[in-house]
């Protein structure tokens, strides 16, 4: 069975630090292109970093660079999303997402496998 579980989110005050997880099962880890995504209330979901466990490159939104680090660990088929110095605007759903080619990319609809979603929310 394909699945991806995230955890993680919570709430946290502005500046502080969250990292979430999203543990894969079901795929060839190696072949994947993992996003995360959020969405707020109201808004559109938006793509915050990926990457391609084929080749390694990544991707971040303008709004999370320098702020937000996107990692792998192999061993436990596992990406994860550090995120520091969180502020209000941050809040939402975050979302991990997986394709099965590889690819990294910033558009939702390369991904075909989606998580349940987790909450952050940064209190200001």
């Known amino acids: 069975e394909v699945q991806l579980v995230e955890s993680g989110g919570g709430l946290v005050q502005a500046g502080g630090s969250l990292r979430l997880s999203c543990t894969a099962s079901?795929?060839?880890?190696?072949?994947?292109?993992i996003g995360w995504f959020r969405q707020a209330p109201g808004k559109e979901r938006e793509a915050v970093s990926c990457?391609?466990?084929?080749?390694?490159?990544?991707y971040y939104a303008d709004s999370v660079k320098g702020r937000f680090t996107i990692s792998v660990d192999n061993a436990k088929n596992t990406v994860y999303l550090q995120m520091n110095s969180l502020k209000p605007e941050d809040t939402a759903v975050y979302y991990c997402?997986?394709?099965?080619?590889?690819?990294?990319?910033?558009?939702?609809?390369?991904?075909?496998?989606w998580g349940q979603g987790t909450q952050v929310t940064v209190s200001s």
């Open positions: 079901g795929f060839v880890f190696d072949d994947l292109g």
């Open positions: 997402a997986a394709n099965g080619v590889g690819v990294r990319s910033s558009a939702a609809a390369w991904y075909d496998y």
């Open positions: 990457i391609s466990l084929d080749d390694g490159s990544t």
